[in-house]
């Protein structure tokens, strides 16, 4: 079982930076893929970005490439999400979640464990 929970997400100017942390409960964190996801009022959750196990690979959708990067320390149970140069299209409330039950890169919402959610604002 993991428990995650996410924090820092904030109101920022477009152009901006913002960085988001999840922090894990359990002793199995080290052992989940983990994903970020987004959803906007009246969409879909969107898959954001994941990184494996280890932090060896990551995996980015088209939109946030090259302003987002993933990072996971697994010492300190925590995944964090770099947003630099941040859009107003990029407001959502983000998710992080661990586990996939899809093969890499897990990039559909089929994952075990789920985070509450930390909202982000970009304002224009």
């Known amino acids: 079982q993991v428990q995650l929970v996410e924090s820092g997400g904030g109101l920022v100017q477009a152009g901006g930076s913002l960085r988001l942390s999840c922090a894990a409960s359990?002793?199995?964190?080290?052992?989940?893929?983990m994903g970020w996801f987004r959803q906007a009022p009246g969409k879909e959750r969107e898959f954001v970005g994941a990184i494996t196990w280890s932090g060896g690979s990551t995996y980015y959708t088209d939109s946030v490439k090259g302003r987002f990067t993933i990072s996971r320390v697994n010492a300190k149970n925590t995944l964090y999400l770099q947003m630099n140069s941040l859009k107003p299209e990029d407001t959502a409330v983000y998710y992080c979640?661990?586990?996939?039950?899809?093969?890499?890169?897990?990039?559909?919402?089929?994952?075990?464990?789920w985070g509450q959610g930390t909202q982000v604002t970009v304002s224009s």
């Open positions: 979640a661990a586990d996939p039950r899809t093969n890499w890169p897990p990039v559909t919402p089929l994952y075990n464990y």
């Open positions: 359990g002793p199995t964190f080290s052992r989940y893929a």
